[in-house]
């Protein structure tokens, strides 16, 4: 049966099941797409704050401000709302910010949020789905609590951090969502085929990616998030790596998952054992080096390339296949998506965008656990499958 017949096939059943429960009535979570940007390597998704026009907002996984932008950008809308000095919704942003003790300079001092930004409130709309399968053609819009500075970027940044400011805590709070968040980055590896949005998900999955037809969340590997509860970083721990199912000598410390990294960055002594273990094991013929990667082959895909294991706390392996560790630079040359991060980094290890595509990962905010898939691919799917609307 072609993919296309049983997407449409199971999309009617769980049409019937959801009229014939009322599960319209229940948003289970919300789904929105996620687009990646050639020029960067960076991740975004469209947005129409309040009542301005639509443009994308990157992905920041670990950013502490829920959704920044310009300030003078930010106050053209017409829901447009300051957050003042004083105000309950102050108090909950920021315990700690101080306010004038005057009265009248109270009420027109703008509440800051813990990094300095304007706090105000506006409308969000976001998709939907009331059961994994069908994204809603139509937003629900939901009023949060956002921030500014004169100096924003322009294009504006979404933070997802695990703090109780970010958009995931406040919709989670507003609609009683299961306490998770999920992404599933796209890649834009084919151009002979269509590239469909990739998906944040905030709340509960059943996460069905077809023509895959279980919840991928029953093939997911778990380990714990680690780390600083405060910083809100998604953080965990990584023993140890593997390729060709031999150790590569690592510096231990907190591993950090980013949005932000295209590449996953390396310290960079374990940078070099990789670059040599890669190089021995791959089947591939060498090639000069291309900017800013260490090691390149000549290839016109992924065959040749040695199995990667990410072996985490709790023994979960998080295995990385040639999709997600060679990056195609042209016809005929691919090279290992890995970059130094220097001597001292912050953390030794950044997993970057490029290792997470077409992986489905998710973070259960209140257990503290990621979970992820690995990669969607060996399953014949992918992050970037079409999604039906049910009506």
């Known amino acids: 049966m072609a993919p296309r017949v049983i997407f449409v096939f199971l999309s009617l059943v769980f049409l019937y099941l959801a009229n014939t429960s009322h599960s319209l009535?229940?948003?289970?979570?919300?789904?929105?797409?996620?687009?990646?940007?050639?020029?960067?390597?960076?991740?975004?998704?469209?947005?129409?704050?309040?009542?301005?026009?639509?443009?994308?907002?990157?992905?920041?996984l670990n950013g502490v401000s829920p959704l920044l932008q310009n300030c003078a950008t930010a106050a053209k809308s017409s829901s447009f709302h300051p957050i003042r000095c004083g105000s309950t919704r102050c108090t909950y942003a920021n315990p700690s910010f101080s306010c004038p003790k005057n009265t009248t300079t109270k009420a027109k001092t703008p509440c800051r949020s813990s990094d300095n930004a304007r706090l105000f409130r506006d409308t969000v709309p976001l998709l939907y789905t009331f059961n994994?399968?069908?994204?809603?053609?139509?937003?629900?819009?939901?009023?949060?609590?956002?921030?500014c500075t004169d100096g924003a970027p322009v294009k504006g940044t979404i933070g997802l951090a695990n703090t109780h400011l970010s958009i995931p805590s406040q919709l989670i709070s507003m609609y009683h969502l299961a306490p998770k968040m999920a992404?599933?980055?796209?890649?834009?590896?084919?151009?002979?085929?269509?590239?469909?949005?990739?998906?944040?998900?905030?709340g509960k999955g059943e996460y069905y990616y077809l023509p895959y037809l279980k919840d991928v969340s029953?093939?997911?590997?778990?380990?714990?998030?680690?780390?600083?509860?405060?910083?809100?970083?998604?953080?965990?721990?990584?023993?140890?790596?593997?390729?060709?199912?031999?150790?590569?000598?690592?510096?231990?410390?907190?591993?950090?998952?980013?949005?932000?990294?295209?590449?996953?960055?390396?310290?960079?002594?374990?940078?070099?054992?990789?670059l040599t273990a890669y190089a021995?094991?791959?089947?591939?013929?060498?090639?000069?080096?291309?900017?800013?990667?260490?090691?390149?082959?000549?290839?016109s895909g992924g065959r040749g390339a040695p199995m990667m294991d990410l072996v985490l706390r709790g023994g979960a392996k998080w295995r990385i296949h040639g999709a997600n560790s060679l990056v195609k630079v042209n016809k005929n040359l691919v090279c290992l998506g890995f970059v130094d991060g220097g001597v001292n980094p912050k953390n030794p290890i950044v997993i970057g965008g490029f290792q997470m595509e077409d992986n489905l990962v998710e973070f259960d905010l209140k257990a503290s656990i990621f979970s992820f898939s690995s990669s969607l691919l060996l399953h014949n799917t992918s992050c970037s499958v079409e999604r039906l609307s049910p009506f």
């Open 132 to 147: 994994g399968v069908y994204i809603m053609d139509s937003e629900k819009s939901s009023s949060l609590t956002l921030t």
């Open 218 to 274: 029953k093939i997911f590997a778990s380990t714990p998030l680690i780390g600083n509860a405060k910083s809100g970083e998604y953080l965990i721990d990584v023993k140890s790596i593997q390729v060709g199912g031999k150790n590569v000598p690592i510096l231990h410390g907190a591993t950090k998952i980013s949005t932000l990294a295209p590449y996953t960055v390396l310290q960079t002594s374990i940078y070099k054992a990789l």
């Open 25 to 60: 009535e229940k948003i289970q979570s919300f789904l929105h797409p996620i687009n990646k940007d050639e020029a960067t390597n960076l991740y975004s998704i469209p947005l129409n704050i309040g009542s301005g026009f639509s443009k994308e907002y990157v992905l920041d």
């Open 280 to 299: 021995v094991n791959a089947n591939m013929a060498k090639a000069p080096a291309v900017k800013p990667f260490g090691a390149c082959f000549s290839s």
């Open 183 to 202: 992404l599933c980055l796209p890649n834009s590896k084919d151009k002979s085929t269509i590239n469909y949005p990739g998906g944040l998900w905030i």
